[in-house]
C-alpha cells in the first residue's frame, strides 16, 4: 500500500453499548474498502476485530481492535471498542489516540448506559461525535423515538444527515439530506441505488435540510453571512460548516445505517473521507513537560505505544501512534520511559489479526510492530536529539476488586507473570502484590471483566486460580492521650541490655500546636520540645515523634532506634494487626546506662511502650470510604437508594444529567465487594458507578467487636 501523507490520515474510534453492532459496521467497511473478500460474523466467530479465543468463546469483545480502510485516496484509521462498561479501557485508549468518535445506538433501544458512559469521556476528551443509528431492520426500531430521546439527551445539537423512510424488516431506503438524494439498496446491500427524493418525502427532507445548513452555518461567520443573504449553502459549504462544528462538538451528525445487511456503510465511510477532521486539524497533544507537540512529518521522530496484543506464534504485538515524524523500517530508537535501545524491523498497517507490511508511516498514523525486546504500553520510542515521553491516557479507577491464588502453590510465580502480560494488554487490569493484607488482589471494571480475566488464564496459559473476597486495609488510632513507660533489661554474662523509655500518645490532627503540658491522674508533666519529625505514612496519615527528653537522660543518637521501636508497632496494630495513623508520640524521659544502653535495648523498649500506651489510649478501627456516583435511569431510582442504604451508605445528593439521575453517596469499601453485580441485577444492566477514595472514618463499635474478635481467632488459629 502506498505511504500516506498527514493531511490524508484520519483516526476514527468506533464506540457505543453492548449490542449495538460495532464488530459488525467494522467487517462491513472492511469488505466495502476491499480489505478483506467476504464478510464474517459475530455468530460464526470469524469476523476481523474478534478473532481473541476469550472473544470467540463469549461473543463479545474483549480488545480494542486497530484496522484500516483506503477510501477516496484517504487511510482512514478505525479503532472497534468492546462496548462493555467492564472492558470500558479499550474505549478510553482508543478515543486518546484518535481524533473522532462515531457513536453507534441500537436503534431498538435508543441510547443506552454505555452510550452515555462513552460520551462523558468524548466530553472530556473533546473530540467530535458522529452518532450512528444502527440495527435499522429491528421490529423495535423506532427511528423517531430514537431521535427525540437523542435531543432529549444531547440537545438540539443533534442533527439529522439522514432518515430511513421505513424502519423494521422492510427498511431499504434512506433519504440523505446533505446530498438531497434518496439511496435504496438490494436484499444484499452493498452499493446503493442513488435517486431523486421522492415526492411524497421531499417537504420532510427540505424541512430538515434546511435545519442542517443552519446547523453548518453557525460554524463559521461567513457561512452565515451566505446563510442570512440566500438561505442556501453548496455542498462543499455545508462541508466546511460541519467540518468546523465537528472540531468545536457544536454539532453531531446522525447518520443511518444496517450495518448486518452492509446498508449505509459506504456512504458513511464517503462521509468519515470527506468531512471529519484531518489529523492535522486537531488540537495538538502535549508531552510529559507540557510541551505541545504537532503530528508534523518534518519533525522529531517519536512514536507512543498504547496497546500490546499477545499472539499465539507471535508473541507480543505492540501498536503505536506516529506523534511526529517518519519512521521507517530499520529506525534505531531510544525508548524515553526505559533507556533501551530498540530497532524496528516491521512495520505494519493494521487489519485486525492481518498486518499489510509497509515501508514507512508519517506523523498521525497508526500502525504496528513486532518482536521488539522491552517495549510496554504506555511507553514512548525516540529518535536521535528527541527526549519526548507521553503519558496522556488516563483511566478509571477500579470497581471490582478480588483476591486471587493458584489452586498449585508451585504455580504461583507463572500466574503472577501471566498477570503482568495481560495488564499490558489491558491496563485496566490492575494488579497489586498487598504487603498488608498478605494477598495477591486484581482490580477490574467489573465482575465480568474479572471473570474475563480468570477464563484467560485457565484456558490460555493452563493455570487454575481461585477467586477469593479482599481483605479491606483497615487502619487503626486512637481517640485520646495516655502515657506508658517500659524498661528493658537483659544480662547474660559480657555486655547486657539495657534502655528506659517514658512517652505520652494522643490523637494528632492537622495543625495542632506543639504540646507544653499535660495532666495525668493529677500530675503535670510539662514538656520541652527538643526536635520534631512530621512523617508522612506510605499508608495514609501522620505520625508525628517528638523528643522532649531534659537533663540528658536518653542521648540524642538512641532517638532514631526508639522511632524505629514506634514505627514496628504502627505496622502492626493491636486490634486487628492493620496498620496505625494519625498519633503523635511525645518522648518526654527515660533512662541509659554506660555500658548496657545500646540501639537495640531502646528499639525494644520503645516498641512495648508505645504498645501499652495506644491500648490505653481509646483505640479505634478505621475503615476506608469512597465517594461513589450511580448514573441510574429514573424509574430504579427508589430501588438503587434502598440497596446504598443497607449498605451503611450516606446519601449525598442527587442531580439529573443527559436524561439519567445521578446520585452522589459515600459508603464502606468492605459495602462495594459485590455492588457492580447487585447494581447490574437491580437495572437490568441499565446503570453504571464510579468510586473514588475520600477518607477513613471510624466503624461502628458492633463492627469493630466483631473485626477484633475475627483477629483474635485468626491469630490463635495460627498458634495452634
Same mark, same amino acid.
Not at 524521659?589 to 481509646?618: C, I, Q, W, Y
Given at each position: 500500500?502506498?505511504?500516506?501523507?498527514?493531511?490524508?490520515?484520519?483516526?476514527?474510534?468506533?464506540?457505543?453499548?453492548?449490542?449495538?453492532?460495532?464488530?459488525?459496521?467494522?467487517?462491513?467497511?472492511?469488505?466495502?474498502?476491499?480489505?478483506?473478500?467476504?464478510?464474517?460474523?459475530?455468530?460464526?466467530?470469524?469476523?476481523?476485530?474478534?478473532?481473541?479465543?476469550?472473544?470467540?468463546?463469549?461473543?463479545?469483545?474483549?480488545?480494542?481492535?486497530?484496522?484500516?480502510?483506503?477510501?477516496?485516496?484517504?487511510?482512514?484509521?478505525?479503532?472497534?471498542?468492546?462496548?462493555?462498561?467492564?472492558?470500558?479501557?479499550?474505549?478510553?485508549?482508543?478515543?486518546?489516540?484518535?481524533?473522532?468518535?462515531?457513536?453507534?445506538?441500537?436503534?431498538?433501544?435508543?441510547?443506552?448506559? &454505555?452510550?452515555?458512559?462513552?460520551?462523558?469521556?468524548?466530553?472530556?476528551?473533546?473530540?467530535?461525535?458522529?452518532?450512528?443509528?444502527?440495527?435499522?431492520?429491528?421490529?423495535?426500531?423506532?427511528?423517531? *423515538?430514537?431521535?427525540?430521546?437523542?435531543?432529549?439527551?444531547?440537545?438540539?445539537?443533534?442533527?439529522?444527515?439522514?432518515?430511513?423512510?421505513?424502519?423494521?424488516?422492510?427498511?431499504?431506503?434512506?433519504?440523505?439530506?446533505?446530498?438531497?438524494?434518496?439511496?435504496?439498496?438490494?436484499?444484499? &446491500?452493498?452499493?446503493?441505488?442513488?435517486?431523486?427524493?421522492?415526492?411524497?418525502?421531499?417537504?420532510?427532507?427540505?424541512?430538515?435540510?434546511?435545519?442542517?445548513?443552519?446547523?453548518?452555518?453557525?460554524?463559521?461567520?461567513?457561512?452565515? =453571512?451566505?446563510?442570512?443573504?440566500?438561505?442556501?449553502?453548496?455542498?462543499?459549504?455545508?462541508?466546511?460548516?460541519?467540518?468546523?462544528?465537528?472540531? %468545536?462538538?457544536?454539532?453531531?451528525?446522525?447518520?443511518?445505517?444496517?450495518?448486518?445487511?452492509?446498508?449505509?456503510?459506504?456512504?458513511?465511510?464517503?462521509?468519515?473521507?470527506?468531512?471529519?477532521?484531518?489529523?492535522? =486539524?486537531?488540537?495538538?497533544?502535549?508531552?510529559?513537560?507540557?510541551?505541545?507537540?504537532?503530528? #508534523?512529518?518534518?519533525?522529531?521522530?517519536?512514536?507512543?505505544?498504547?496497546?500490546?496484543?499477545?499472539?499465539?506464534?507471535?508473541?507480543?504485538?505492540?501498536?503505536?501512534?506516529?506523534?511526529?515524524?517518519?519512521?521507517?523500517?530499520?529506525?534505531?530508537? /531510544? *525508548?524515553?520511559? !526505559?533507556?533501551?535501545?530498540?530497532?524496528?524491523?516491521?512495520?505494519?498497517?493494521?487489519?485486525?489479526? *492481518?498486518?499489510?507490511?509497509?515501508?514507512?508511516?508519517?506523523?498521525?498514523?497508526?500502525?504496528?510492530?513486532?518482536?521488539?525486546?522491552?517495549?510496554? /504500553?504506555?511507553?514512548?520510542?525516540?529518535?536521535? #536529539?528527541?527526549?519526548?515521553?507521553?503519558?496522556?491516557?488516563?483511566?478509571? *479507577?477500579?470497581?471490582?476488586?478480588?483476591?486471587?491464588?493458584?489452586?498449585?502453590?508451585?504455580?504461583?510465580?507463572?500466574?503472577?507473570?501471566?498477570?503482568?502480560?495481560?495488564?499490558?494488554?489491558?491496563?485496566?487490569?490492575?494488579?497489586?502484590?498487598?504487603?498488608?493484607?498478605?494477598? %495477591?488482589?486484581?482490580?477490574?471494571?467489573?465482575?465480568?471483566?474479572?471473570?474475563?480475566?480468570?477464563?484467560?488464564?485457565?484456558?490460555?496459559?493452563?493455570?487454575?486460580?481461585?477467586?477469593? =473476597?479482599?481483605?479491606?486495609?483497615?487502619?487503626?488510632?486512637?481517640?485520646?492521650?495516655?502515657?506508658?513507660?517500659? !524498661?528493658?533489661?537483659?544480662?547474660?554474662?559480657?555486655?547486657?541490655?539495657?534502655?528506659?523509655?517514658?512517652?505520652?500518645?494522643?490523637?494528632?490532627?492537622?495543625?495542632?500546636?506543639?504540646?507544653?503540658?499535660?495532666?495525668?491522674?493529677?500530675?503535670?508533666?510539662?514538656?520541652?520540645?527538643?526536635?520534631?519529625?512530621?512523617?508522612?505514612?506510605?499508608? &495514609?496519615?501522620?505520625?508525628?515523634?517528638?523528643?522532649?527528653?531534659?537533663?540528658?537522660?536518653?542521648?540524642?543518637?538512641?532517638?532514631?532506634?526508639?522511632?524505629?521501636?514506634?514505627?514496628?508497632?504502627?505496622?502492626?496494630?493491636?486490634?486487628?494487626?492493620?496498620?496505625?495513623?494519625?498519633?503523635?508520640?511525645?518522648?518526654?524521659?527515660?533512662?541509659?546506662?554506660?555500658?548496657?544502653?545500646? =540501639?537495640?535495648?531502646?528499639?525494644?523498649?520503645?516498641?512495648?511502650?508505645?504498645?501499652?500506651?495506644?491500648?490505653?489510649?481509646?483505640?479505634?478501627?478505621?475503615?476506608?470510604?469512597?465517594?461513589?456516583?450511580?448514573?441510574?435511569?429514573?424509574?430504579?431510582?427508589?430501588?438503587?437508594?434502598?440497596?446504598?442504604?443497607?449498605?451503611?451508605?450516606?446519601?449525598?445528593?442527587?442531580?439529573?444529567?443527559?436524561?439519567?439521575?445521578?446520585?452522589?453517596?459515600?459508603?464502606?469499601?468492605?459495602?462495594?465487594?459485590?455492588?457492580?453485580?447487585?447494581?447490574?441485577?437491580?437495572?437490568?444492566?441499565?446503570?453504571?458507578?464510579?468510586?473514588?477514595?475520600?477518607?477513613?472514618?471510624?466503624?461502628?463499635?458492633?463492627?469493630?467487636?466483631?473485626?477484633?474478635?475475627?483477629?483474635?481467632?485468626?491469630?490463635?488459629?495460627?498458634?495452634?
Amino acid at each position: 500500500m502506498r505511504v500516506y501523507q498527514t493531511n490524508e490520515i484520519k483516526n476514527i474510534a468506533l464506540v457505543g453499548s453492548a449490542g449495538s453492532g460495532k464488530t459488525t459496521l467494522a467487517e462491513s467497511m472492511l469488505y466495502g474498502s476491499g480489505i478483506i473478500k467476504r464478510r464474517g460474523t459475530v455468530e460464526q466467530h470469524n469476523t476481523v476485530s474478534d478473532y481473541f479465543p476469550v472473544e470467540q468463546e463469549y461473543g463479545y469483545s474483549v480488545f480494542p481492535t486497530v484496522f484500516h480502510v483506503e477510501w477516496n485516496n484517504k487511510k482512514l484509521n478505525i479503532i472497534d471498542c468492546p462496548g462493555s462498561d467492564d472492558f470500558v479501557g479499550g474505549a478510553i485508549t482508543a478515543l486518546n489516540v484518535t481524533d473522532q468518535a462515531v457513536i453507534l445506538i441500537n436503534g431498538q433501544y435508543g441510547p443506552e448506559v &454505555g452510550t452515555q458512559n462513552i460520551f462523558r469521556y468524548t466530553e472530556k476528551l473533546k473530540k467530535p461525535v458522529i452518532f450512528l443509528v444502527n440495527q435499522l431492520d429491528s421490529e423495535k426500531c423506532d427511528f423517531d *423515538n430514537v431521535m427525540n430521546s437523542m435531543r432529549d439527551i444531547y440537545g438540539s445539537k443533534c442533527v439529522e444527515i439522514q432518515y430511513p423512510v421505513k424502519t423494521g424488516p422492510d427498511f431499504n431506503e434512506i433519504i440523505d439530506v446533505l446530498l438531497m438524494k434518496k439511496y435504496s439498496w438490494k436484499p444484499e &446491500g452493498g452499493m446503493p441505488i442513488i435517486e431523486d427524493i421522492p415526492a411524497e418525502e421531499m417537504d420532510k427532507a427540505m424541512e430538515l435540510h434546511k435545519a442542517l445548513v443552519e446547523a453548518a452555518a453557525e460554524n463559521d461567520e461567513g457561512l452565515m =453571512e451566505k446563510f442570512f443573504e440566500s438561505e442556501s449553502l453548496t455542498e462543499d459549504e455545508m462541508r466546511e460548516g460541519i467540518r468546523k462544528g465537528l472540531l %468545536t462538538r457544536s454539532i453531531f451528525p446522525v447518520f443511518c445505517v444496517c450495518a448486518a445487511q452492509d446498508k449505509g456503510v459506504r456512504r458513511l465511510m464517503e462521509f468519515l473521507g470527506n468531512v471529519v477532521p484531518f489529523v492535522s =486539524e486537531m488540537p495538538k497533544i502535549h508531552n510529559t513537560r507540557g510541551e505541545e507537540v504537532a503530528p #508534523d512529518s518534518k519533525g522529531p521522530e517519536s512514536l507512543y505505544f498504547f496497546k500490546t496484543g499477545m499472539e499465539p506464534h507471535i508473541g507480543e504485538v505492540s501498536y503505536f501512534k506516529v506523534m511526529s515524524g517518519k519512521v521507517k523500517v530499520g529506525d534505531d530508537l /531510544t *525508548n524515553a520511559d !526505559r533507556g533501551s535501545k530498540e530497532r524496528l524491523g516491521q512495520i505494519y498497517a493494521c487489519a485486525g489479526a *492481518n498486518r499489510i507490511p509497509v515501508e514507512e508511516m508519517n506523523a498521525g498514523d497508526i500502525g504496528c510492530t513486532v518482536k521488539l525486546k522491552d517495549v510496554k /504500553t504506555g511507553n514512548t520510542l525516540n529518535g536521535k #536529539d528527541c527526549e519526548w515521553r507521553f503519558n496522556f491516557i488516563k483511566y478509571p *479507577n477500579s470497581k471490582y476488586s478480588r483476591a486471587i491464588r493458584a489452586v498449585v502453590p508451585a504455580d504461583t510465580e507463572k500466574v503472577m507473570a501471566a498477570l503482568l502480560k495481560m495488564h499490558q494488554e489491558d491496563p485496566t487490569w490492575v494488579v497489586e502484590q498487598s504487603k498488608e493484607l498478605r494477598q %495477591t488482589i486484581v482490580h477490574g471494571q467489573g465482575e465480568f471483566h474479572l471473570r474475563t480475566l480468570k477464563w484467560r488464564l485457565e484456558n490460555n496459559e493452563k493455570l487454575n486460580v481461585v477467586f477469593e =473476597e479482599p481483605k479491606i486495609p483497615y487502619r487503626e488510632t486512637i481517640t485520646k492521650k495516655a502515657k506508658a513507660e517500659y !524498661r528493658h533489661k537483659k544480662q547474660s554474662g559480657g555486655a547486657g541490655q539495657f534502655g528506659e523509655v517514658h512517652l505520652i500518645v494522643e490523637p494528632y490532627a492537622e495543625g495542632m500546636p506543639d504540646p507544653v503540658s499535660y495532666n495525668f491522674n493529677g500530675q503535670e508533666y510539662k514538656m520541652n520540645v527538643k526536635s520534631k519529625e512530621e512523617i508522612d505514612l506510605q499508608w &495514609g496519615g501522620k505520625l508525628v515523634f517528638i523528643n522532649s527528653v531534659v537533663g540528658g537522660a536518653i542521648d540524642a543518637r538512641f532517638m532514631p532506634a526508639i522511632l524505629k521501636g514506634v514505627m514496628d508497632c504502627m505496622e502492626h496494630g493491636p486490634l486487628t494487626g492493620s496498620y496505625a495513623r494519625d498519633v503523635r508520640v511525645v518522648v518526654y524521659d527515660g533512662k541509659m546506662h554506660p555500658v548496657d544502653s545500646n =540501639e537495640l535495648s531502646f528499639t525494644l523498649a520503645a516498641r512495648r511502650a508505645f504498645s501499652d500506651a495506644f491500648k490505653n489510649a481509646g483505640p479505634k478501627i478505621l475503615e476506608p470510604i469512597y465517594d461513589l456516583e450511580v448514573y441510574v435511569p429514573a424509574d430504579y431510582m427508589g430501588d438503587v437508594m434502598s440497596d446504598l442504604q443497607g449498605r451503611r451508605a450516606l446519601i449525598m445528593g442527587m442531580d439529573s444529567e443527559a436524561g439519567y439521575q445521578k446520585l452522589q453517596a459515600k459508603i464502606p469499601l468492605k459495602e462495594l465487594s459485590n455492588y457492580s453485580i447487585s447494581l447490574s441485577s437491580l437495572t437490568g444492566g441499565r446503570a453504571s458507578f464510579s468510586t473514588k477514595f475520600s477518607s477513613y472514618e471510624l466503624v461502628p463499635n458492633d463492627i469493630q467487636n466483631k473485626l477484633i474478635a475475627e483477629h483474635e481467632a485468626e491469630l490463635a488459629k495460627e498458634g495452634d
